[in-house]
């Protein structure tokens, strides 16, 4: 569940819905608690516990979360568990009691539905929704059969007599020996529930990552373990009690993983349980082997047999210790890389985005220690910040120094040298009571070292960038002091030498052949002024930095040769370097377009995103523009480099020209 949709569902509930699940507590603990009041039946004890615990769960879910819909779907299955316990109860209690046939017949004829349901739940754990609509699909045709079967089952006694009810069926309708010819078909349908629910849960397994891969364990695990609780509860002592009993893990385990995954991790109990559950298998097996077998094959004393298994398994126990250890491990951790696979997915990774990389670091450790979590610190020693985390990005917003990172036993510090000096560090986490082999620990290292390039790498990116936005931000300056010089020191003069000119053509009386000469110079003044005045404009426009950068992009859009479709969405002045940035992308863009593309429109989009400032110009002209050395395409791609930004250009010939960007700038 994402950060946004744990704070839309942890709202507090209304009044209405406060309302609801009181209704519904009351409902279900008057039917639960009435219902074991009038007996114990075995074959009956799992609804009661279903219903109770599936309820109490989901409505604390809900209670937690209103809006989300797997809590919703627990209190469901708990009600409807409640209602077939209550009817069975009641229609199997000493005496006949009131209306007995008809609540008995509500025990019996919603198992279907109850069994879809519950299916349905497991289906969509932990967020209420399928997995795919191809799951949904099959998730609505399991409904259905178990409608029909739910319906057939209500007009017809033909699951009936299985529940060993006091009271007969209420219902007397023809067309009983049809449903019951019909009925053994549609029985398997429950073993189908059970394997679709069941190939939901590992594919979203299989599928899952992050959290929500943790929230799915807990839900396996307590699946699994009631399972063998049950199994072991018949072969040893040949009752579903221990299996009934355990059914209660279910939901509990479901409920923790929905609320409180990010406290706990199912993985080192998931382990231990692999290992020591195994090596009880193989020690039960072999001495069932020893002491059964070959007792019965020689007449060996059982005392001799025991002696003999206890020495066996005193030898072997350490061997098949640490295989078990490994093979939970494998299906726990997944594949554990090789020093050489760990290094080479982390150069591999050396291509990736600057942002991601870190991110990749921290996983590659991750997997190649079998770690819990890793986080890369990036600073110096005194000052570490936390930049990137496995399994999830870390939320510690305060520095720290390197001599506190070292929080328990069970956490690794490893600093980051690069020419010896500190440039971050590494804290692991591992499991508890698991240490780092030393063949661990050199793979630690070896890693440890690569980011430290890696973080070197990135801090020199940085600071190039940064050289780069300051060189970009001198020339800009350079540029408004030329503009300001000449409009204020030589286009003024300029202008007052045409002024007098003017005034002098006016006077002239010694004939007209001087007055005409003194108008073609003042012609030529007018001139030359309004060249300098363009050049001064195109060196840093005046209206950019007096109006800012909606206002500059209109008077570009009525300059430019080729109609100009304007859209402008900014909220306020944006920065200095990222106005002019923008202001020549669209200029060089316009210009470009007026002389090569032989375009009818331009349509120009600035917009800020949740990323920065989006721009986009395209054109319906001929297509085929390139970057190339020395182009004014490759000029502009440089300076939005140096402002962090990247230049996309899609020209295909014949298909016009699209160019994207988006600077870093905040909203």
Not at 171 to 184: I, N, Q, S
Not at 325 to 338: E, F, I, K, M, W
Not at 464 to 492: K, W
Not at 626 to 632: E, I, L, N, T, V
Request: aromatic share 6%; with cysteine; glycine share 8%.
């Amino acid at each position: 569940m994402s950060a946004a949709t744990e704070a839309t569902d942890a709202k507090a509930p209304s009044a209405a819905v406060e309302a609801v699940l009181a209704v519904v507590a009351l409902a279900v603990a008057s039917l639960v608690g009435y219902g074991w009041f009038l007996g114990f039946h075995v074959d009956n004890a799992h609804n009661g516990l279903i219903a109770a615990s599936f309820t109490i769960v989901g409505l604390y879910v809900v209670r937690m979360h209103p809006r989300h819909r797997e809590g919703w779907l627990f209190v469901a299955v708990g009600v409807v568990h409640a209602v077939m316990f209550f009817g069975r109860q009641y229609g199997r209690a000493k005496g006949v009691l009131p209306a007995a046939s008809w609540i008995g017949w509500l025990g019996v004829w919603p198992l279907p539905l109850a069994i879809a349901l519950t299916g349905w739940t497991f289906m969509a754990f932990p967020h209420g929704r399928m997995l795919s609509p191809s799951w949904r699909r099959a998730g609505l045709v399991m409904v259905a059969v178990a409608v029909v079967m739910a319906t057939m089952s209500a007009l017809w006694p033909v699951d009936h007599d299985r529940i060993s009810l006091v009271s007969p069926h209420p219902l007397k309708l023809p067309g009983f020996e049809v449903a019951t010819r019909f009925w053994p078909y549609l029985l398997p349908s429950y073993t189908l529930f059970q394997v679709l629910w069941t190939s939901a849960v590992v594919v979203r397994l299989l599928r899952a990552r992050g959290d929500e891969a943790r929230q799915m364990r807990w839900l396996v695990y307590a699946t699994v373990l009631a399972m063998v609780l049950l199994v072991m509860g018949l072969a040893v002592f040949r009752s579903p009690v221990p299996g009934a009993l355990a059914v209660p893990l279910i939901p509990v385990a479901a409920g923790i993983a929905i609320l409180k995954y990010r406290l706990y991790d199912i993985d080192p109990v998931v382990n231990r349980t692999l290992v020591v559950g195994s090596l009880v298998l193989l020690i039960t097996v072999g001495y069932i082997a020893i002491v059964v077998g070959v007792g019965a094959l020689t007449a060996v004393g059982t005392g001799w047999l025991s002696l003999l298994t206890t020495a066996i398994v005193a030898v072997a126990f350490e061997p098949l210790r640490r295989r078990a250890q490994l093979v939970a491990d494998r299906l726990v951790y997944g594949h554990r890389p090789t020093p050489y696979e760990a290094l080479s997915r982390l150069s591999s990774q050396l291509d990736e985005a600057p942002d991601e990389l870190l991110d990749g670091v921290a996983a590659t450790i991750a997997k190649a220690v079998a770690a819990t979590e890793v986080v890369v610190w990036v600073g110096e020693e005194a000052r570490l910040l936390a930049q990137a985390g496995w399994p999830r990005p870390p939320d510690q917003p305060e520095p720290s120094r390197l001599d506190d990172l070292d929080r328990g036993p069970h956490c690794h510090v490893r600093p980051v040298l690069h020419r010896g000096t500190v440039r971050g560090a590494i804290t692991v986490r591992k499991p508890p009571r698991e240490a780092l082999t030393p063949a661990e620990d050199r793979l630690l290292d070896d890693l440890v070292a690569q980011t430290g390039l890696i973080i070197a790498q990135q801090q020199q990116a940085k600071e190039l960038q940064a050289t780069a936005r300051r060189i970009v931000t001198a020339q800009d300056s350079a540029r408004r002091r030329i503009e300001r010089d000449l409009h204020d020191g030589t286009q003024q003069r300029l202008v007052t030498m045409g002024l007098e000119l003017g005034s002098l053509a006016e006077q002239a009386t010694a004939g007209p052949e001087l007055a005409a000469r003194v108008r073609g110079i003042r012609a030529q003044l007018l001139e030359a002024t309004a060249e300098l005045r363009e050049l001064a404009r195109g060196l840093h426009p005046a209206v950019l930095t007096e109006a800012g950068l909606e206002v500059a992009l209109r008077v570009l859009a009525d300059r430019s040769a080729i109609p100009v479709r304007l859209s402008v969405r900014v909220a306020g002045r944006l920065p200095r370097e990222i106005e002019a940035t923008v202001y020549y992308l669209v200029s060089e863009a316009l210009t470009n377009a007026a002389r090569h593309s032989d375009a009818k429109v331009v349509t120009v989009e600035v917009a800020q995103v949740a990323q920065g400032l989006q721009v986009g110009v395209d054109d319906d002209g001929c297509g085929g523009a390139r970057r190339g050395a020395g182009s004014g395409l490759q000029g502009l791609a440089d300076r939005l480099a140096a402002v962090g930004a990247t230049l996309t250009i899609d020209s295909p010939v014949g298909g016009g020209t699209r160019i994207r960007t988006v600077l870093p700038c905040a909203s």
